[in-house]
């Protein structure tokens, strides 16, 4: 019985009854339109989550002190901590191949100036190493080498807007920069894609800020760079790691919060990121599976309506000696051939939605919107699925409809 | 061919329940023609519906071909109907989307029958009711007579045993419907039984026999001198 057949009795009864089936047809067009659409801006949101965070090198891994505040040792509480260059051969030799790359900071803001402009500046003292940890790069000129480093040259690497500011138009690599009195020497120009304020920063070696204004070998930061072969989980073992032997070194009690921090990107973003995804993780599943049940029951209902309406044809099929299984087939397919072919229409209307938003959204944190090939894979067996479901109900009620019932209702 | 033995029927109506048929007692043999006859209300329909196992008695025997008609799943129901049933009912019954030949088609793709063999089948039929020109026309698109003539050409179709014929004239004009008679006596005269409700006399006495109800039992049951429609037209 399962033959070309009972598709010609289906496709004759949808051709013949075109109305019927738009009626069906339209419903599900609506709800897998909307349920494509909110999949791809659902994407769309997650895109652009990810290009906020990953901006800076993602694998790294920045330590902070503070005071402390749980007495350690026999010391007390309140205790001021604070890192030094030494600290970064310790690191370095106690964990070698796991770090990457790893430098010393110290932030200061001054006054630069030169012949013809001036402006307040934030100045970084930085090692060679920092560029590959900020992802900055290099448009003109070069970075801080490690000679510049040891000598404590009295050389910058400026952004590209410091070189907007103070030189216009003209090339500031080679010229020179007044900072508090001292003359330095422009080396390199770096752009940024972090933003405008890592553009407006000032890189100098570390070793020459330290000589010159603190006067001593203290930094603000470390920044690590850790192998990026390393897992997510590995990363977070080895933070803990170094921490944990700072600590010792500095009598920090291990469990004291605030003596020793690390802002590591890695977890805080993936933290966020997960957050974010999660969230909409949840929302999208739920939005997503809101339209389908309605979608569901839209076509239950129109199903339903379809029996009431076939009451009759029924009876004379059933008189003419159609089982009850036959019926349940002929509505059965009819629902499910209705919904995956307008599903698809749905489907096509939608990515064709999403394709004509494109890029004109990203104000809206949406950043190329769109669904992918398991989804729309997917989506096409939740149709079949839907339309079964929504089919099944009104098929067995009507291969239940009593011949007689049905012939006496013409 | 059929034997029907102390047959009650009662529907339900609220609480109460209306007894429509109080023990029928009746057979038919192989070749007959009978007419039923009675008032509206009388319990024809309900009758001529339990033999066609379109609705089941309440209580009673009733042997269709040697074979005890009761308790039927659905499925056997429909497989009985199909097999040894014709229908013939008084609004035509014709499936609206379906052009002529894919309606008496229908019940030869009940049997199973190829598609090929099928609208020859179907065809042939539909020639013997005079309706090949029409063959791919809507019953719409056709007249009460024409859409009678293919509710018989269908009825035939699977080749029945019994043809079931509730007022088959009941909406036609008279020219019409003793055209529509001379098909049936034909079909009688090649030997087809056939049992046919009918409220008008004319028509009855061109059957061979006439079964009378009233108040739920058969009152008269009498053979009569069959009258040609043909002589008629
Ligand atoms: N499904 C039903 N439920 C309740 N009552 C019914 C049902 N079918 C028939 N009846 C009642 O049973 C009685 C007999 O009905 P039936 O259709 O057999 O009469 P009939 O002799 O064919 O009448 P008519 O000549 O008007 O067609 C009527 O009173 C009718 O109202
Ligand atoms: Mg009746």
Redesign the interface.
């Known amino acids: 019985?399962f033959d070309?057949?009972i598709w010609?009795?289906i496709f004759?009864?949808i051709n013949?009854?075109k109305t019927r089936a738009i009626l069906t047809g339209f419903t599900v067009v609506f709800a897998i339109m909307l349920f494509t659409i909110l999949f791809g801006i659902a994407n769309g949101l997650e895109n652009t989550f990810k290009k906020l965070f990953l901006r800076t090198a993602d694998n790294a891994i920045t330590l902070y002190t503070g005071t402390t505040s749980k007495p350690y040792r026999g010391l007390q509480i309140g205790r001021r901590i604070f890192l030094n260059n030494e600290d970064l051969d310790f690191i370095k030799s106690e964990f070698g191949s796991q770090i990457e790359y790893i430098s010393g900071t110290l932030t200061r803001n001054y006054n630069l100036r030169n012949a013809k402009k001036k402006g307040d500046f934030t100045v970084m003292g930085v090692g060679p190493d920092y560029q590959y940890s900020e992802k900055a790069e290099i448009i003109d000129g070069r970075f801080i080498n490690l000679k510049d480093y040891n000598n404590k040259d009295k050389i910058l690497v400026i952004g590209r807007l410091v070189e907007d500011d103070l030189f216009e138009r003209e090339s500031a690599v080679s010229k020179y920069i007044d900072l508090e009195g001292v003359q330095y020497k422009v080396v390199g120009v770096f752009s940024d894609n972090g933003g405008d304020s890592q553009e407006r920063m000032v890189y100098a070696p570390t070793t020459t800020i330290q000589k010159l204004y603190t006067g001593n070998k203290k930094l603000d930061r470390i920044v690590i760079t850790y192998n990026p072969k390393l897992t997510v989980d590995q990363a977070l073992v080895l933070v803990d790691k170094i921490t944990l032997k700072l600590k010792n070194k500095y009598n920090i009690a291990p469990n004291d919060q605030r003596a020793l921090r690390t802002g590591n990107r890695i977890l805080t973003e993936k933290k966020r990121l997960d957050n974010i995804s999660s969230s909409l993780g949840i929302l999208i599943p739920i939005i997503g599976f809101g339209t389908l049940i309605a979608g569901i029951l839209g076509i239950s209902n129109i199903m339903i309506f379809i029996v009431k309406e076939r009451t009759?044809?029924i009876?004379?099929?059933?008189?003419?000696?159609?089982?009850?299984?036959?019926i349940v087939l002929i509505i059965l397919l009819e629902s499910i051939v209705i919904t995956t072919f307008t599903g698809y229409i749905g489907l096509l209307i939608g990515v064709g939605a999403l394709q004509a938003i494109g890029s004109s959204l990203e104000r809206y944190f949406i950043t190329d919107p769109g669904v992918n090939l398991s989804i729309v894979f997917s989506a096409t067996i939740v149709l079949i699925f839907a339309g079964t479901i929504a089919g099944f109900l009104p098929a067995k009620k009507a291969?239940k409809i009593?011949?007689?019932i049905a012939?006496r209702n013409? | 061919m059929l034997e029907i033995k102390e047959l009650h029927k009662s529907y339900p109506i609220g609480d109460s329940s209306l007894h429509v048929l109080k023990g029928i007692n009746l057979s038919v043999k192989q070749g007959e023609m009978v007419a039923i006859m009675g008032s509206s209300g009388s319990g024809k329909s309900t009758l001529l519906n339990i033999i066609g196992m379109l609705d089941q008695a309440d209580s009673g025997e009733y042997i269709l071909d040697g074979l005890l008609i009761k308790n039927l799943t659905e499925k056997k129901a429909a497989l009985y109907r199909n097999k040894f049933l014709g229908f013939i009912f008084q609004s035509f019954n014709l499936i609206n989307y379906k052009n002529a030949l894919e309606n008496v088609a229908l019940p030869l793709y009940y049997q199973g029958m190829k598609r090929k063999d099928r609208q020859e089948l179907a065809m042939f039929h539909l020639e013997k009711v005079g309706l090949v020109d029409w063959a791919h026309h809507l019953p719409k698109e056709l007249s009460g007579g024409q859409n009678q003539r293919v509710a018989i050409a269908r009825a035939l179709a699977a080749n029945p045993k019994l043809l079931l014929a509730d007022e088959p004239t009941g909406a036609l004009d008279m020219n019409t419907s003793y055209e529509i008679m001379e098909f049936i006596q034909q079909l009688n005269d090649e030997g087809k039984t056939i049992l046919m409700v009918t409220h008008e006399d004319d028509i009855a006495h061109m059957c061979k026999r006439i079964v009378r109800l009233r108040d739920g039992v058969i009152m008269e049951d009498s053979k009569i001198d069959q009258v040609r429609a043909k002589k008629n037209v």
């Open positions: 019985m070309l057949d010609r009795e004759q009864s013949k009854n009759k044809e009876g004379i099929r059933k008189a003419l000696g159609a089982s009850p299984k036959s291969s009593k011949p007689i012939l013409g």
